[in-house]
């Protein structure tokens, strides 16, 4: 096992190929002791990001050059350089945001399966030849890259997001300009050190830590942003829509879920709980793609309650670094006081609290309970509100009609679920369903890479992510009409 050097002491700028520090610096500490320091950090200025940029767009023309299959060697050697590095990238997760290290580990190894297997795709067909009505002519097209990519990433998974973004934006010769979330810092610095061992040429990747919000003018202004890929919160996405909107820059943002979960009477309950507790649960429920409503049809309400009860009970809540532990601390008091936010919410509505709540392990850290409510309006912000914590609300429904109909009642469009061994049930949720991602007798999370990746309505645009689609977005497509002399 290797472990990755990370960058000298305070520089987490990596430009044109070199660590690099800013005047300003940010210090981190530990989401399950925040007593506990974990690194000081650099928090660039528009001046970095301008250098950043000038670095990339520098790199790009030579690297857009470059056969594909020496653009796929180096993905293959990026992979090879995470796998490398999946212990200490996963000892970063677990102390910037509290991830269990069992699902840091798996984070980090599919992360390398990500670069492994764009450095495939690449090699994929890139364009089409088409029919001419003159006889002379043919007609095809050219997938070419759209430029410099501007990848902005998300605290929650800090190594397989930047991961998908990354990958497939230098796989089809494009170069990157990364701001990662501010809390996961550490494990930015990691991750650009792996990558960095893979040997990409200078300002090929390029990643500026500190503020998003700070950074965003800098990020967002001047004429050298190809496309900006982004993964965060609804009103950021849009706002970067809006900046970029003069220039026609490509934008592909991800912004959440508040994902429904069925359980029809005809469905095996055991398993039904079973998945709802992982969906809902682990990841202390800091997941896109996390399950935070649960309809069951009303005859078999008070079996799946019982099982959901005993197994969220049976969750260890504790040290992130332990094996044994099911659920680590929130990432930061930011999402400890969102949590008990709608705790108190829940408590004014009059909601039952069916498990969980303020009974949690008294700790130093931002740990809460796992928590199942019931006795919840439809109208309540906690069906509606991405609350991004180990929270979710099981209400009871007549049957197949009513759950569509009220899985459906949501501005976001990301991921559903049906369980049912009811063919006639499965076909009418996978018409119906108004989420970009449809599961039957699957958890709501849980993605593979070679397919799309993305929601409906507040929670994306038409733009996917992942698998043939990341070719869509990472390049633009040239039409040539070639007539023979």
């Not at 050059?65 to 990238?89: C, G, I, N």
């Not at 706002?239 to 005809?266: F, H, Y």
């Not at 209400?395 to 679920?417: C, H, I, M, R």
């Amino acid at each position: 096992m290797t472990t990755v050097a990370p960058a000298p002491a305070g520089e987490s700028l990596f430009i044109d190929g070199r660590w690099r520090s800013a005047a300003a610096a940010f210090r981190a500490t530990d989401p399950a002791d925040p007593r506990r320091e974990t690194g000081a950090y650099s928090a660039a200025t528009a001046a970095d990001v301008a250098d950043a940029y000038a670095a990339a767009a520098k790199a790009q023309p030579e690297w857009a050059a470059t056969p594909a299959p020496e653009r796929a060697e180096f993905l293959r050697q990026a992979a090879a350089a995470v796998e490398a590095a999946a212990e200490d990238l996963a000892l970063a997760m677990t102390a910037d945001m509290g991830k269990t290290i069992r699902d840091a580990r798996a984070e980090a190894l599919r992360a390398a399966s990500i670069f492994r297997y764009f450095a495939g795709e690449v090699l994929q067909s890139a364009g089409e030849v088409y029919p001419s009505a003159d006889p002379a002519t043919t007609l095809l097209t050219l997938s070419e890259p759209v430029g410099v990519v501007l990848a902005i990433t998300p605290w929650n998974f800090p190594v397989a997001v930047p991961a998908w973004k990354i990958a497939p934006a230098l796989g089809f010769g494009n170069a990157v300009v990364w701001n990662p979330a501010e809390a996961s810092t550490g494990t930015a610095v990691r991750l650009t050190a792996a990558l960095a061992d893979a040997g990409p040429p200078a300002g090929l990747l390029n990643v500026v830590t500190g503020s998003g919000a700070a950074l965003s003018p800098a990020l967002t202004g001047g004429p050298r942003r190809g496309a900006v890929a982004f993964t965060g919160a609804g009103r950021v996405g849009t706002s970067l829509r809006e900046a970029v909107a003069d220039r026609n820059v490509k934008v592909q943002p991800e912004m959440g879920g508040k994902n429904p979960l069925v359980v029809l009477a005809d469905a095996d309950l055991a398993d039904a709980a079973e998945r709802i507790v992982s969906a809902s649960m682990f990841s202390t429920g800091q997941r896109c793609t996390a399950t935070s409503r649960v309809y069951v049809e009303a005859a078999v309400e008070g079996e799946l309650r019982k099982l959901l009860i005993e197994r969220i009970r049976a969750l260890v809540v504790g040290d992130p670094r332990d094996e044994a532990t099911d659920v680590g601390p929130l990432a930061s008091r930011a999402q400890y006081e969102k949590f008990h936010h709608y705790l108190q919410l829940a408590e004014a509505e009059g909601a039952e609290i069916i498990a969980g709540g303020r009974t949690g392990t008294e700790r130093s850290g931002y740990f809460v309970s796992p928590t199942l409510l019931a006795g919840v309006a439809d109208d309540s912000p906690l069906m509606h509100e991405e609350i991004s914590g180990p929270l979710a609300v099981l209400q009871p429904v007549a049957g197949t009609e009513e759950a569509l109909e009220k899985a459906n009642d949501t501005a976001f469009g990301l991921a559903a679920s049906v369980f049912t061994s009811n063919l006639g049930n499965t076909m009418a949720f996978l018409r119906r369903s108004r989420a970009e991602m449809v599961h039957v007798n699957r958890e709501t999370t849980g993605v593979e890479p070679h397919v799309p990746f993305g929601g409906l309505k507040a929670s994306s645009n038409t733009d996917r992510e992942q698998g043939k689609a990341a070719r869509a977005f990472f390049t633009n497509v040239k039409t040539a009409y070639i007539r023979s002399a």
